[in-house]
């Protein structure tokens, strides 16, 4: 019985990660991921039974994450509310703490789900993380109309989510330093909940 090596799982986990990264999961090569991960396509069903298999070890733990991060950011909704009476500062060490679990990989894996999952049962994410966001900002959209004399199309809120998360994607698919990018991602997030909480009196 052959002794499978930890080592060996986790160089063909950091090898898929650059190729499903730079092509796709359509387009990403099994044998370029093998040979850059120092074995052969052999030992590779050893670990894994297939390239779907190798691609849902890698994507599972962020989507799940991910998603429920969206679903459920609500538990901090007073937290999130209380912005509003805070100065930028304070607002910046918010989110700054929330940055913290994203690395470089998280960034790259993320990037993969969103752009990289044709073919496989994340293909529809965007979507369906833009109708997550959707769904919130309209929520507040039709506080804001009770409160205030405004009306907003139907499709506003789609708009809004759409912009949010396309920006907050577009940061992370630059080439800035992770300094860089936490900073955008701040600016991005503050403009968004500032700002629209300034208007909407929320």
Do not use: C, W
Not at 66 to 82: G, S, T
Not at 111 to 132: A, M, P, R, V
Not at 147 to 159: D, G
């Amino acid at each position: 019985m052959q002794v499978l090596k930890e080592e060996v799982r986790e160089a063909i986990l950091e090898k898929a990660i650059d190729e499903f990264y730079g092509n796709g999961f359509q387009k990403a090569s099994l044998r370029k991921i093998v040979k850059a991960a120092g074995t052969t396509i052999g030992n590779f069903y050893n670990y894994f039974k297939s390239k779907e298999e190798l691609f849902n070890e890698i994507i599972s733990p962020v989507y799940n994450n991910f998603v429920y991060f969206i679903k459920n950011h609500n538990e901090d909704h007073y937290a999130i509310n209380e912005i509003s009476a805070m100065n930028v500062e304070g607002v910046k060490k918010i989110i700054s703490d929330y940055l913290k679990i994203i690395d470089r990989d998280y960034e790259k894996v993320l990037i993969i789900l969103i752009d990289g999952s044709k073919g496989t049962k994340y293909e529809n994410i965007k979507e369906e993380i833009q109708g997550f966001l959707a769904q919130h900002f309209e929520e507040h959209l039709k506080e804001a109309q009770k409160e205030k004399e405004v009306n907003f199309h139907r499709y506003f809120s789609m708009v809004v989510a759409v912009g949010f998360l396309e920006g907050f994607l577009n940061i992370l698919r630059t080439d800035y330093s992770r300094k860089e990018k936490e900073r955008l991602i701040i600016d991005h997030i503050i403009f968004y909940t500032l700002g629209g909480m300034s208007f909407l009196s929320i």
